[in-house]
């Protein structure tokens, strides 16, 4: 179970380890962390589905380890293993991959899908210790003649070469990776933030949601000045300040209420629009607002929502969103829900996308979900520009 005290595991680099059904992947993780991370079993498919660990690897720091299914399953559950094993690849920031095998086909496949998609990849040659030393030197020479690099040499019994990896994985860690913050350049040291944080369904008794969290750590560890108020004492708030804070900081659903209360000198902004620049792609969500106008009492749209959590009574991505875009535009408009991973790779029938702030998931995989809109045509937005949109104050916030 994770804690206030650990880096949150859509903030970690992921890594996932990819090869054919008995390569060895589950062994190299537990070789590669340490730890008794994956079950190891000469039985072909013992991984099903991905298995994510956080955990904390040096010279990488905080690390989610994806272990997949092989990418060659051909069993009953194959198809549907193989598509949670591309699921993982569009979250990792940096894929290994096991090459075991002469007929290095299906591997050179993979190595190109993360190559199109720009991400970092390490080819590895497993099981070193079970191989002759000629059978190693041709098969590297096969690799590096195919994808234009050396491969490294492991063996998940001995240990030999697992230190080169963290150090080659280090090197392949992406420029951007801890380049981004939640709140950019809106604000610095000593700078007075309001925070305005209506405590309702959304957030269970005793705990504030995730985006709140981790938008407060990065205040305080930038050293601002930081006042958290809930909706209802945003004026005694205010008030209680000896000058108009730099910055406000909302929940999406009280934006039309928090502008017309705010001092005309205070930036606003919400937490999904902080979030929609963080993990996603914000100039796309802004451009993909202009469809909402578009719509009509015939369109259909698709809520994508990462939490998956059960059905709440004022739900935003159920309740809520829907409400407010049937309100404008007729109760005949379609709105489909999905949530988690269940995204779907046919976007056609859609008019518009409207994906959540995404807290639960890394950069990596919201930006393979924006990729997919895009190449596909179709417009997508997030909730908090959703909501600033209809409410008619999309051009009086401030964008990261």
């Known amino acids: 179970m994770s804690t206030l005290n650990e880096t949150p595991g859509a903030n970690r680099l992921h890594i996932g380890v990819f090869g054919r059904t008995n390569s060895g ?25 991905p298995v994510a660990k956080p ?11 994806i272990d997949t299914a092989g990418f060659d399953d051909s069993s009953a559950l194959g198809k549907s293993r193989v598509e949670k094993t591309k699921q993982a690849a569009e979250k990792s920031d940096i894929g290994v991959i096991l090459f075991s095998d002469e007929d ?32 190693i030197q041709a098969l590297s020479a096969a690799i ?11 063996s998940s019994a001995t240990g030999e070469g697992m230190d080169m990896v963290r150090e080659q994985l280090a090197r ?43 938008t407060i750590r990065e205040l305080l560890d930038k050293k601002c000045l930081v006042m958290s108020v809930t909706t209802d004492k945003m004026t005694e708030g205010l008030a209680a300040l000896a000058k108009p804070p730099k910055l406000i900081i909302t ?32 100039p796309y969500y802004i451009e993909g607002a202009r469809a909402i106008d578009s719509l009509n009492e015939n369109s259909r749209v698709l809520i994508a929502e990462c939490c998956t959590h059960a059905p709440l009574a004022e739900d935003i991505g159920r309740v809520k969103l829907p409400r407010m875009l049937r309100k404008r535009f007729g109760e005949g408009l379609q709105v489909d829900m ?63």
């Open 25 to 49: 992947k589950s062994s190299f993780i537990n070789a590669f962390t340490g730890q008794q991370v994956s079950i190891v079993a000469d039985v072909a498919g013992t991984t099903t589905d």
């Open 144 to 154: 590096q003649e195919k994808t234009g690099v050396l491969p490294l040499v492991v």
């Open 172 to 214: 392949r860690i992406p420029e951007s990776f801890d380049a981004r913050t939640i709140t950019g350049g809106l604000v610095g040291e000593s700078d007075t933030v309001l925070l305005v944080m209506p405590q309702d369904i959304q957030a269970p008794k005793g705990r504030l949601i995730l985006p709140q969290v981790q």
């Open 338 to 400: 999905k949530s988690g991973t269940d995204f779907p790779q046919d976007l056609s029938g859609y008019d518009l996308i409207i994906q959540c702030g995404a807290c639960m998931f890394n950069r990596k995989y919201v930006l393979s979900r924006i990729d997919r809109a895009k190449a596909q045509h179709i417009p997508m937005t997030n909730y908090g520009v959703t909501i600033a949109h209809l409410t008619g104050i999309l051009d009086k916030i401030t964008f990261v």
């Open 251 to 282: 929940d999406s659903q009280v934006f039309g209420y928090v502008y017309e209360q705010k001092p005309k000198e205070s930036m606003l902004t919400s937490f999904s629009v902080l979030f929609a620049a963080y993990k996603g792609d914000l």
């Open 55 to 65: 955990m904390e690897i040096q010279p990488l720091g905080a690390c989610v380890i």
């Open 104 to 135: 290095m086909t299906k591997e050179l496949e993979w190595y190109q899908l993360f190559q199109k998609k720009n991400t970092p990849v390490l080819p590895v040659i497993s099981k070193s210790d079970s191989r002759s030393k000629e059978d």
